[in-house]
């Protein structure tokens, strides 16, 4: 496959994986069964300093990459683009998608919710333009800890919420479950799109593949 071709599907491939990020957001907002781990520290630390919601998550950002350092982990414009894309994504979705009134339609829409989560976070990544701010820590730990996919993303989890909801943070049903639950979704579909006939020469994401799968570096495309 030409390098420009490969290069221009490698593009889309982020920019879908980044909106259904946002997407899978915004529904696990709509459901109203507790708002995801990273949202939980947001609201908790709007209790802490004085601003705004969107002011608290660009800063957040800004201090989460500062943990990249001693990890030895590298942005790319997929690290930028993932604070630029997700938030209109996410608003666009709350537009279109009503709250269901009834409970069962709402666990229904966290459930899609979280497997959407699960899928846009390997999408994204697959495209090897570099982690979000957030998901970078899950591959930080992986490569230098030698944590488990599952292990790395379980543990920020559960510390996000623990410290979000002891700042007053908004926690419920459903952020228990997603912060349980995402690890283990996300690390059998890393493999998945990192398989792509446009898929990127072997990076550091391919270390997520080959722990997941647990196959030889052979196998690997």
Known sequence: MPRSTALTLRFLQLFV??????ASTALQVRAVVGVASWTVLTEGLEHVVPWSFGVITVVSSGVILLF????????GI???LNALAIGPS????LWLVPTPSELVGRILLFVAGLLLLAVATAF???AGFGTGARDGLMVGL???LGWPVWLARTVIEVSVVIVGWFLGGDVGAGTVIAAFAIGPMVQPLMPVFRRFPWSPERTTQDALALEARRVPASEVA
Do not use: C, M, N, S
Request: charged content about 20%; cysteine-free; aromatic content about 14%.
């Open 142 to 144: 992986h490569e230098r």
């Open 17 to 22: 994986g980044l909106f259904l990020y946002g």
């Open 124 to 126: 994204y990544i697959g």
């Open 78 to 80: 997929g690290t930028l």
């Open 90 to 93: 996410a608003d666009l979705v």
């Open 68 to 75: 990249w350092i001693p990890l030895r982990q590298k942005p």
